[in-house]
Structures are given as structure tokens and as C-alpha cells.
């Protein structure tokens, strides 16, 4: 290229500003979303995995239904893959702050895996010492030296009759001298001194203050707090609660790659066989000790009431005796039954991938790098239409420039090389400017968007140049391209014809021009025909462009209205209750509930709420929500089991939510595997699926399935209250008395909070998708009507001169501009409606379902707005026609 | 002999050859005139021959349409010059002179006058206007516009050319003073610098002169497409020079019809379907079919512009402008994309309009076609520099350049 030309096309960015801006801009939202989300997917993978290690974060648990011991421990230290292993205590109990009940999650503190990171105070050293979370001290209001009561959860008692296997080692009579404190508090001391205030590497929490729930309750966990493992009352437990352990082999890995994920499945499957060998010759030898103990059972009763008869039945010993005896037959009773039904005793090995905060994360990733690629390639499509327009009003404009060019001797390629050079020099801007955006507005803000609540450590960010330069030569590709399509016909005329101005005119007789309608139509709507039909590329370029605004608008709130007509769905369709009260059912501790219940005619239902991991073909393991029904009937009546095909009218079997069955393609009958909080894997047979539309799994089954499939006894736990029965206020101040009484759940109130976060986030996408649709109708139908109008100049004018008024004139223009709108609407949105249902199914997931279909509100706003975008564009340029000098006429 | 002298003796031979290779008598007149208002003091001239009871300019080197302006038989003035075969002078006109001399020139500023006797034939009696702008003409200056007249006189009986009238209609569009400027920039261009003028019913007036002098422009302006900065145009007695946009769209709608040099026909709309269009704005307008016929492509009413030669296209854009039965026709340079045939045939049918009684009002650069109008007015420099009348206009087939 030579200088002068050089020069030339520099002048042309200020004479073509607008243009300029417009490919910058896309460019940079494009590079910006694609290069932006891959790298902030990348650094937040990074930063977490770097905050894991900092806290030490384990990579495997393991766990067992009746218990572990330091033996174990030493065991799995020995394996070679393993190298850390640690046990640790969890229970869970509660606390009140200012009215407030909170469940807590206890843990006892980790040494070497699962190190808490101090914000404030410092380590507990005493029993009655504890440190507690940041989150959650921050919104109970918390502070390091507060004192704090913990009101113990008897429903929370492990299961007793295991619990004294390990005492089978121990002399009996000390252990049943200390029955009566077994089914006690967890922990030594009820009144603890908060030391510290700390961040855990164990519960990054992306909704903030969800710590999960209470695997025996269902009730939802508010808070955790770390204790000294010396401080939990070990005959409260049958052994420790889990194992945590590192592994040598993963600890270069981060954990968020693919990587990690195979190899810590790898590791489990190696030393899987060898774990289970170990508990299966612990489970032999404590089948040994329970034959033994029932052998000498009989012995041991009669020798206890020879005892009796010896001090007297009601003397103190007499009666400690008979306690004992009663103990030993009870005992005796339960290991009998456990004898008969041959359980397997076995144990469960969770790697990191299981964390509910390490899925979360996940989750995330996930969906930034679905989201990465549909917000890409809107920004890549908008973008290269949006391009494509710019430099064809551009060419258009400079018809005779062209040709005077053409006509000087300068060849197409030349000139084609001025306009090239433009395109490109816009497209290296907007990509310098798009990796600057990606690195320091998008990545900082998406990373620190998830760090708010909790605050990493330090943040890890991420650049990488090939991405860069692979993208780039994309958006180069297609812009250059979009301007080669956008100035061909053009440069392929002749030099007279670009010079003459005038536009291809060899207009002849048409097909449909012998068409009766044709015939009788007013010359004003022939000659709209006429327009339509010989200047097909524009009247398609403009249906397009509305099509594209009307289908981001429809699609954008179609997106929006399914998620809030989702919970609208659920609360309207499927959950008719309102709150859920958590409640000890033991030794009928709830009677005073229920007939509270009962005497002021609420409709209720007792249920026993639990927790199971699912696990997905693709190895997600996520956290769900299991009911198990005994009163159909009345659950039925606060539950709709319906699908499609048909609604449930009895509780029998497995029901599941519906969003496995949409996300892996499962049937009615179809098998999902379920993960109980023992550790143990079921494969169900699910009967039915569905509809439910809270962000989470949800899973029913009646008592008896229950009790036979999870070899657990139904201890119902809750009690749904249907919908508008009983204020929150009134029941809190009602039941705070009542012996059973834990807690209560403002479900709907909680329900919808978390729709509306997420619907929060779609008002994002709804601005974007608005704003998108507002850049294409001021840029590419304002480009498409200017060119046009610009065509019809010399027409219009010369309709003018001969006594057409402005008005009439104009109706030319808009008519037509009408008659596109009206055929881009309709295709717009069709296509919005599809591209709604397209774009839901990449934010659903495993646990989410939400409505879909057509949506009458957002077909309506893609009505109104598309038409008030073209009435705007339309008005700025038939304005232009007020500007005609008609004088101009014979220029 | 002086050098002065030589310059004399040189202009009266000038007169003489010039008078004697006139074809018509009014070339004569104006070739003359042309010569002595050069090489003399006089600014402008005017040749007056009498019609009926009153005198009016037959020839006249001014900026202003005198078309329309008389002077009576009864004029003392013109009576004492004609009867005794004098020179009359008036050194201070605007003091000395009547108030009918006065009104004859309108606004136009004169400091001085010598009427002089002229007679057309033996019996058609005249005289002709000298004026000076600016101070007093000497008693030689006088002198010499007696022997000047006196020899034009004499030239013209010699030749044998005899007196052909232009009969004048009622004037339609009368132009008072019209100003055009265009700003560029900071640069103001004045276009039109003070244009009056009159277009008479059925006339076939034509624009003439050199690119850029504002005859396009004015063209514009009293079609009603442009905006003028001061003076008046008048149609039929009604000033639209403040007209609204509607008012002149109206005014367009229901009096103008417009030619283009590229004849701008709707390219999606067959040959009639382009003059129905413009027909229906109006209640009465002509048969298409009709006016195609009068144009000759009646046979190519189905037919779209591409379809059409050159030629063909400007004829349907004349129908076009007809169809709406118009009181004048404004066409712009039409024939200037044409080649020399073609252009004929394009005259031809305009010749035809004009037969039928339509004015039209044609800017050209082609002083060939001027021949056919029956009024031409030369612009120089935004200014009317003449205005003359053909006495034997030609008709289009006759034309040759």
C-alpha cells in the first residue's frame, strides 16, 4: 500500500467513527466474554485450589457407619497413596443468639489436614474453647471472647446399639455405669468461650450462608464452629466420625482440572479393595465379639440377679443391677436381629470431588464455560452482522468515490486493501483492548465476585497469549471476511457505473407480477413490492436484523420469566405447604406439636426429611433432598407428585425430581444411584418423575421402601404446614415451649430468596441481551434504513418535486420498513422462543428443572421493544427525508 | 487622425457588417445595439417599437424584464422625439423625467437618459432608451447616439429585413428581485444577485449561460425547490417567495411539471405506471395513455426505464411532467445526456407541449436550442445580462449542432 493510501485510510477512522467504534466495541465484548470467562474460569479454579491448600484441604474421607478408631487410622496412613490421615469428630447442635436458633455443624479441629485460617483470636486449647466461622459469626454477630451455649440435639444421637460395639473391648460393667450418659451431649462441656474467628478451607460457600444440612434432619446447617478433638464426649459416638487424608500424588494437581478428577478416582480405585478387606476383617472380628457376647449373655443375667437377689430389688444396687440386666437383654435383643439379617459391614471413601463446596465451585466452572462460548458466539454473530452492515453503508456511501477511484486506475484489490486495512486495524484495536478488558475488568471481577462473601487468601490470575492470538486470528477472519462480503458487489462494478451513482435499476416483469393481488394493488404497494423484490439482499439484511433484536428480546425475558414462573409453578403446582418445622420425634416428644397441630386445624404432615448424595453417569455427586413418607395421604395432600403423563395417589416407591430424568435422559422406571449418609450406595428404581422446580434434587419414598432399601428405621423429623395455615411469628412464639420442637423453616420465604438470586442474575442477561438488541437496531437497521433511504433519494425527491407531501413520501419508506418489521417479529420471535428454550437448557444442571415452552409476557415485550426500537431508528431516518434538498435533484 | 476617431469609424463599420449578416430583423436590432452599448458611455439600452396605442421595448440590454413595461402615445417626451425627430436628454432623470418614463424601469437605478428616434420601417415609428447608471452624459456622448441610431437606421432598411412581432400572453410568474446565496463554510457565494423577470402563458422560455451563473438555481426557485433569500416570485398574483413547505408542494402539485437532465423515473414502475402515479396527486389530470401518445410510447406503456432507450425514458419523464396538465413545465439541462438525435427527438415533443399552450421554462447550455424558444434570458454572473425575443423561433427538426 502505498503512503497517500496509507494516509487516506487513517482519515477514514475519523470519517468512519462510527463504524470504527462499532467493530472495536464487538470485538472487545467478544474477546472480553470468551478470552474473559476462560481466564477467570481458570484463575478462580487457581485461587481456590490455591486457598484448599493453604487450608490443607482433605482429599479423601473416609467413613463408616459404626465407627472408626485410631487402629484405623494407622491403617490408612500405611497405605502408600495416602499421606496424611487424621481422624475427626462431627455433630451436630444447636445455638441461640438473640432469639435466634441456629443449627451448627461441630467439627473437631484438624492438625495437619483441614487447618482452619485465623481472622481473628486464636487456637482453642481448652474444652470449653471454640473458634467459629467467619461468614457465620458475621451474620449471628459473633465475636471472639463471646460465651455461647449449646443446646444439644437429641436427635442427633448416633445409633446407640452400635455405638457400644467398640465397648465390647472394655469391661462392661464400667460401661454400663455410664449408660446414661451415652445418649447425652456430644460434647464434654455445654458452655464454650469463643477463641477465634476463622475461615475454612472445608465450606467455600457460594450462596453464602449455606453450610449444607443436617444429614439426620434435613434441617439446614447456619453455621460451624471448630472444637478440640479432646473436647467431644467420645461415649457419645461409636468412633470417630470420618478419616480425612491427603495423598501424596495429587498434590501438584489443580484440583479443578480434569486431572484431579481422574486421579483421585484412580487412587480410590487402587486402594479401595484393600480398605474394604481391612473393615470386612474388623466387621468378622466384631461379628466374633457379638456371637460371644450373646453366648455369655445368659450367664451374665443370671449371675446379675443372683446379685439382685442378694442386695434386693429397690435397694440402690438392686435397682443399678437391674438396669444392667435390662441393658444386657436389650442388648442382647438388638445383636440377635443383627445377627439373623447378615448385614455387610461397610465403609465409604469420598474423594474432594464429593466436597458440596468443591462441587459448587465446579458447578460454576461449568457454567462459565457454557456461558463462554453462547455469550461468544452472540458477541462473534451481532458483531460480524453488525460489521458487515457498517461497511456496506460505508462502500455504499462512497460509491462515487470508489469509482472515481476505479476510474483513476486503481484495481479492485487497491481498493479493497484501504477498506481491508480499516477492518483490520479496528478488529487489533478491539483486540488489544478486549485481552486488556479480559485480564483487568472481567477476571478481577468474576474472581472477586465469588471471593466477597468468603475472601481468599490471595488470588491467583491468569494470562495466556495463545488464546489471544488463536482468537484473534478468528475475530480477524471474520471481520475481514464480513468486509470482503460487504464491499464485493460494489467493487465488481465498473468505474462509469459507481460514478453515475445510480444503484442496479435493470428492473423486468416478475413471476408475481401477473398474480391477480398484484394487480389489484394501489401503485403505493407495488412499488413496496417492487422494492422488496429487487432489492432482496436488503430486505433480507433488514428481516435479520429485527429477527435478531425481537429474538434476544424474546429469548432474554423468556429466560427471565421461566425462572421466576418457575417458582411461581412450584408454589402454585407442586409444593402446597409454606414452612417446616424440625421436630424429635423420639419417645413422642412430638405429641405436643401435633396436637397443637391438630386443636387449631392445621393441615400437616409428618415426614422424615433426610439427606442422600445422587450420583450422576458423568460422576457428579450431588447433594438432595430425600422425604420419606409414611401418611400419604395427608403428604399428598401438601405435595403434588405429577408429571406429564400422570399424578401420583400414593406414596409407593421412589419418586425423583425431575431434572435427572431431563439432564440424562432417564424414563419412569429408569435407576438413579443414591449415596445414604452411612456411606452406602443404593441403586433405585425410580417410579416416577416429577415436576419440581427448586434448584435442587428432591427425592420421596414411602416408609416401608425406605426402611427395607436404607436397613434404616422411619424416625420422622418434620412436619410441612400447608401454605397460609399459620403465620411464621405465631407458630415461633407457639412451639418455642414444646418438648420436640428444633426449629422452623420459613421454606417459602427461603425458597423464593433463592429464586430471586438467580433470577437476579438473568436480569443481567436480560440487560445485556436489551442492550445487544439496542446496538443492532441503531446500528445495523439504522445502516440498512440510511442506505436505503440514501438509494431512494433521487426517488423520494423527485415524488416531492412533483407534489408528493413529505408524509406521503415517507410512507414509501416506512411501509416497507413495516412490512420487514412485521415478518422479522414473527421470525424473531419464533426463533427467540426457541432460542430461550435452547439457552435455559445450558444453565440447567443436574438438580435444576424449570419451566419452558412459549412465553406470551416475553413474546409481548419482544413485541413492544423491537417495535419501539424500529419506530425510534425508523423516526431518526425519516427525518433525514424532512433534510432532502430537493434542488439537489440535478447535482 | 486620432486614435479615438480610428476607434469610432471602426465600431460604425462593425454595425454595418454585423446588421447586414443578421438573418432577422430583430438580430439586426440586437447585434446593433449590442455593439453601440459597448463602445459607448451607455450602460443599457432599450429598443422601443409601437403596438396599438402605446410603445413597447422590442429589444433591450438591462437587467430587467421589460417585457410587460409600455410607455403611451401620449407621452410628451416620446411625442416631441418622434414628431420632431429629436434628441431628447435628461441629464438628471430621477429629477427631470415624468413619472410614467420613471415607472418603466421599475427599481432599476438610472442617473441620466437620451432618447433617440429610431424608425423600424417608413411607417413603424420607435426610438431607442441610452442610459447611464452613473452621472451625466456629455453633449458628444449625445451626439454620437444620434449618429449611432441614425446609421443602425439606415443599415437595417438597406438589408431588407422586415419587422416580425412576438404576440405576448398574460403573464403567469413574475420574478421581483430575486437574491440567492450559498454559504460554504465560511465562504458566502451570491448566485443570484437581483433576477426579475416574467414567464408568459404558453412562452417557451429558455435559461441560458455559463456554468455557475445561477440559472439552475433560479430554476429552482420559482419551481418551488428551493427557498429565496429576498425579492418575490409571484404565480398568478400570489407572492409564494414565503411560502411553506406544503404551500410550495401544493404549488408544484398543481402547476409545475419537471423534466431532469437524468430523466429520474421510478425504476420499479412501468412507463405508465410512472405517469399514473404522478396523476393521481392531481383531480384532473390527463389519460396516460393519452400522454404517452403525445410523447409517441404509447406502445411502450408496459415497458419499465431499463427497458427504455435514452431518448425514450427523458420522453416518458416529459409525459410525466404533462400529465398533470401543468401551467408551466420546468426542465433542467434534458437534453444533455442525450446525443444529437435523440435530443431532437426529445425537443420535438417538447415543441409539441408547447404547441398545445403549456409554458416551458428550459435551462440549457446548448445556445441551438435557444433558437427554438420564443425568449431567451442570459445570465452572467447572478445577474439577467439580456433578454431577447425571437421573432422566428425554429422548430427542433432545424436545429443543428
Known amino acids: ?891 | 487622425m486620432e486614435q479615438s476617431d480610428i476607434k469610432y469609424y471602426k465600431m460604425l463599420g462593425e454595425i454595418q457588417v454585423s446588421i447586414k449578416q443578421s438573418k432577422t430583423f430583430y438580430d439586426a436590432i440586437k447585434n446593433g445595439l449590442k455593439i453601440v452599448t459597448m463602445n459607448s458611455a451607455s450602460d443599457y439600452a432599450v429598443v422601443w417599437y409601437k403596438v396599438n396605442n402605446s410603445y413597447k421595448p422590442y429589444y433591450w440590454l438591462m437587467p430587467y424584464d421589460l417585457t410587460s413595461a409600455s410607455i403611451s402615445c401620449d407621452n410628451n417626451a416620446i411625442n416631441d422625439c418622434i414628431k420632431n425627430n429629436k434628441v431628447i436628454t435628461y441629464a438628471d432623470f430621477i429629477k427631470d423625467a415624468d413619472e410614467e418614463l420613471k415607472n418603466s424601469f421599475g427599481s432599476l437605478n438610472i442617473a441620466s437618459l437620451v432618447i433617440a428616434p429610431f424608425n423600424f420601417t417608413k411607417n413603424e415609428q420607435g426610438f431607442i432608451f441610452y442610459i447611464k447608471k452613473e452621472g451625466k452624459f456629455s453633449s458628444d456622448e449625445v451626439d454620437s447616439f444620434q449618429i449611432l441610431t441614425l446609421l443602425t437606421e439606415i443599415s437595417i432598411h438597406d438589408s431588407n429585413l422586415t419587422l416580425n412581432d412576438w404576440t405576448k400572453n398574460k403573464v403567469i410568474l413574475s420574478c421581483k428581485d430575486i437574491k440567492k446565496s450559498f454559504k460554504n463554510g465560511d465562504v458566502i457565494t451570491n448566485v443570484l444577485k437581483g433576477i426579475n423577470f416574467n414567464i408568459y402563458e404558453g412562452e417557451f422560455l429558455c435559461f441560458l449561460g455559463e456554468s455557475g451563473c445561477g440559472k439552475s438555481t433560479l430554476l429552482n426557485i420559482i419551481g418551488g425547490l428551493e427557498k429565496l433569500d429576498s425579492g418575490s416570485f409571484e404565480f398568478y398574483g400570489k407572492d409564494y417567495s414565503k411560502a411553506s413547505d406544503d404551500e410550495l408542494t401544493k404549488y408544484r402539485r398543481d402547476n409545475i411539471g419537471f423534466i431532469f437532465q437524468s430523466y429520474n423515473l421510478m425504476p420499479n414502475l412501468t412507463s405508465k405506471q410512472n405517469l399514473d402515479l404522478i396523476g393521481e396527486l392531481v383531480d384532473n389530470p390527463l389519460d396516460s395513455m393519452e400522454t404517452l401518445k403525445i410523447v409517441g410510447l404509447e406502445d411502450k406503456a408496459n415497458n419499465y426505464p431499463s427497458q427504455l432507450s435514452g431518448g425514450q425514458q427523458q420522453r416518458v419523464s416529459i409525459a410525466r411532467a404533462l400529465i398533470k396538465n401543468p401551467k408551466i413545465i420546468m426542465a433542467d439541462e434534458p437534453t444533455a445526456a442525450l446525443d444529437y438525435d435523440t435530443s431532437i427527438e426529445v425537443l420535438t415533443t417538447m415543441e409539441k407541449v408547447v404547441s398545445k399552450g403549456t409554458s416551458l421554462v428550459m435551462v440549457t447550455h446548448n445556445e441551438e436550442i435557444t433558437k427554438m424558444a420564443d425568449r431567451v434570458i442570459r445570465f452572467r454572473n447572478g445577474k439577467v445580462y439580456e433578454i431577447t425575443v425571437n421573432s422566428n423561433p425554429l422548430k427542433a427538426k432545424d436545429l443543428v449542432w
Open chain 1, 1 to 891: 500500500m502505498k503512503k497517500t493510501q496509507f494516509i487516506e485510510v487513517l482519515h477514514n477512522f475519523k470519517k468512519q467513527f462510527v463504524t470504527f467504534i462499532s467493530i472495536v466495541l464487538f470485538v472487545v465484548f467478544a474477546m472480553g466474554s470468551f478470552i474473559g470467562l476462560t481466564w477467570s474460569s481458570e484463575a478462580i479454579g487457581k485461587t481456590v485450589d490455591g486457598y484448599f491448600r493453604e487450608g490443607n484441604f482433605l482429599d479423601y474421607e473416609i467413613s463408616s457407619a459404626y465407627g472408626l478408631n485410631d487402629s484405623d487410622v494407622e491403617f490408612i496412613k500405611s497405605l502408600d497413596d495416602f499421606e496424611e490421615a487424621e481422624p475427626r469428630y462431627v455433630c451436630y447442635d444447636f445455638v441461640e443468639k438473640d432469639n435466634t436458633k441456629y443449627q451448627l455443624r461441630i467439627e473437631s479441629l484438624g492438625e495437619r489436614i483441614n487447618t482452619p485460617t485465623y481472622v481473628d483470636g486464636s487456637l482453642p486449647t481448652k474444652e470449653d474453647e471454640m473458634v467459629i466461622d467467619k461468614v457465620f459469626a458475621e451474620n449471628a454477630g459473633f465475636k471472639v471472647g463471646d460465651t455461647v451455649d449449646i443446646i444439644f440435639d437429641a436427635s442427633d444421637n448416633n445409633e446407640s446399639y452400635f455405638t457400644y460395639l467398640k465397648h465390647l473391648d472394655y469391661d462392661f460393667d464400667k460401661f454400663a455405669m455410664q449408660y446414661n450418659q451415652i445418649n447425652q451431649e456430644h460434647l464434654k462441656s455445654t458452655t464454650f468461650t469463643i477463641t477465634g474467628i476463622i475461615k475454612t478451607s472445608e465450606f467455600i460457600s457460594v450462596f453464602e450462608d449455606t453450610y449444607g444440612v443436617n444429614p439426620k434432619t434435613g434441617c439446614a446447617i447456619n453455621g460451624i464452629v471448630y472444637v478440640d478433638i479432646d473436647a467431644f464426649n467420645e461415649n457419645a459416638f461409636m468412633g470417630y466420625s470420618s478419616i480425612m487424608a491427603k495423598s501424596n500424588d495429587l498434590k501438584e494437581i489443580v484440583c479443578f482440572d480434569d486431572e484431579y478428577s481422574e486421579e483421585i478416582e484412580n487412587i480410590k480405585t487402587k486402594n479401595k479393595t484393600k480398605i474394604e478387606e481391612h473393615f470386612h476383617t474388623k466387621y468378622e472380628r466384631y461379628i466374633s465379639d457379638i456371637q460371644d457376647f450373646q453366648d455369655g449373655v445368659s450367664e451374665k443375667t443370671a449371675e446379675i440377679d443372683m446379685q439382685i437377689g442378694m442386695f434386693g430389688a429397690l435397694s440402690q444396687t438392686g435397682i443399678l443391677l437391674t438396669a444392667k440386666k435390662n441393658l444386657l437383654l436389650e442388648i442382647s435383643e438388638y445383636y440377635k436381629s443383627v445377627l439373623e439379617n447378615d448385614f455387610e459391614y461397610k465403609c465409604s471413601i469420598d474423594g474432594r470431588t464429593s466436597n458440596t463446596s468443591f462441587c459448587a465451585i465446579k458447578t460454576i466452572l461449568k457454567a462459565y464455560g457454557k456461558l463462554r462460548y453462547s455469550l461468544c458466539a452472540l458477541f462473534v454473530i451481532v458483531g460480524t452482522l453488525v460489521c458487515y452492515f457498517a461497511v456496506s453503508r460505508n462502500v455504499f456511501e462512497q460509491t462515487k468515490l470508489l469509482g472515481t477511484k476505479k476510474a483513476l486506475g486503481m484495481t479492485r484489490k487497491e481498493i479493497f486493501a484501504s477498506l481491508g486495512l480499516f477492518s483490520l486495524v479496528s478488529t487489533l484495536i478491539g483486540i488489544i483492548l478486549g485481552t486488556v478488558v479480559a485480564r483487568f475488568v472481567v477476571e478481577p471481577v468474576l474472581v472477586n465476585a465469588l471471593n466477597g462473601s468468603y475472601g481468599y487468601n490471595s488470588v491467583v490470575y491468569t494470562f495466556h497469549i495463545e488464546s489471544v492470538i488463536i482468537f484473534a486470528v478468528i475475530e480477524l477472519f471474520l471481520i475481514i471476511g464480513a468486509t470482503y462480503l460487504a464491499s464485493r458487489a460494489i467493487l465488481k462494478r465498473s468505474a462509469n457505473s459507481l460514478l453515475t451513482g445510480g444503484t442496479n435499476n435493470d428492473f423486468k416483469e416478475k413471476k408475481y407480477m401477473k398474480t391477480k393481488i398484484y394487480k389489484k394493488s394501489s401503485l403505493l404497494t407495488k412499488t413496496i413490492i417492487n422494492n422488496l423484490f429487487h432489492d432482496k439482499r436488503r430486505a433480507l439484511a433488514t428481516i435479520v436484523g429485527i429477527l435478531g433484536i425481537a429474538s434476544l428480546i424474546v429469548s432474554s425475558f423468556s429466560l427471565n420469566n421461566f425462572i421466576k414462573g418457575s417458582f411461581k409453578e412450584q408454589s402454585n403446582n407442586v409444593s402446597f405447604y409454606d414452612t417446616l418445622i424440625y421436630e424429635d420425634s423420639s419417645e413422642n416428644k412430638n405429641t405436643e406439636i401435633k396436637d397443637y397441630l391438630n386443636d387449631k386445624n392445621i393441615e400437616y404432615s409428618e415426614i422424615m426429611s433426610t439427606y442422600v448424595i445422587m450420583n450422576t453417569p458423568d460422576d457428579q455427586h450431588v447433594a438432595s433432598s430425600l422425604f420419606v413418607v409414611d401418611d400419604s395421604e395427608s403428604f399428598l395432600n401438601l405435595f403434588n407428585i405429577e408429571n406429564k403423563n400422570k399424578k401420583i395417589d400414593k406414596v409407593n416407591g421412589y419418586y425423583s425430581s425431575i431434572s435427572y430424568s431431563e439432564e440424562y435422559k432417564v424414563k419412569d422406571g429408569g435407576n438413579i444411584s443414591l449415596t445414604d449418609m452411612q456411606g452406602q450406595t443404593h441403586e433405585v428404581k425410580i417410579d416416577a418423575f416429577f415436576n419440581y422446580y427448586l434448584m435442587q434434587n428432591q427425592f420421596i419414598v414411602d416408609r416401608a421402601t425406605y426402611e427395607k432399601d436404607f436397613n434404616e428405621s422411619f424416625r420422622p423429623n418434620s412436619i410441612i404446614l400447608k401454605k397460609g395455615a399459620v403465620s411464621l411469628d405465631t407458630l415461633k412464639t407457639e412451639l418455642k415451649d414444646f418438648e420436640g420442637y428444633i426449629n422452623i423453616k420459613d421454606f417459602y420465604s427461603e425458597s423464593k430468596k433463592s429464586f430471586d438470586g438467580f433470577a437476579s442474575v438473568f436480569s443481567i442477561v436480560v440487560g445485556l441481551y436489551i442492550v445487544l438488541a439496542v446496538v443492532m437496531a441503531f446500528i445495523v437497521i439504522n445502516n440498512l434504513l440510511t442506505m436505503f433511504i440514501n438509494e431512494k433519494k433521487t426517488e423520494l425527491t423527485v415524488l416531492m418535486i412533483n407534489g408528493f407531501y413529505k408524509k406521503q413520501a415517507k410512507r414509501y419508506i416506512y411501509f416497507d420498513t413495516i412490512f420487514l418489521t412485521i415478518v422479522g417479529l414473527i421470525l424473531g420471535i419464533i426463533l427467540g422462543v426457541l432460542m430461550g428454550n435452547i439457552s435455559l437448557k445450558a444453565f440447567k444442571t443436574a438438580s435444576t428443572y424449570m419451566i419452558s415452552g412459549i412465553n406470551w409476557i416475553a413474546i409481548l415485550y419482544g413485541f413492544l421493544i423491537t417495535c419501539f426500537l424500529t419506530f425510534i431508528v425508523s423516526l431518526m431516518n425519516l427525518a433525514k427525508i424532512n433534510k432532502f434538498k430537493l434542488g439537489d435533484i440535478s447535482k
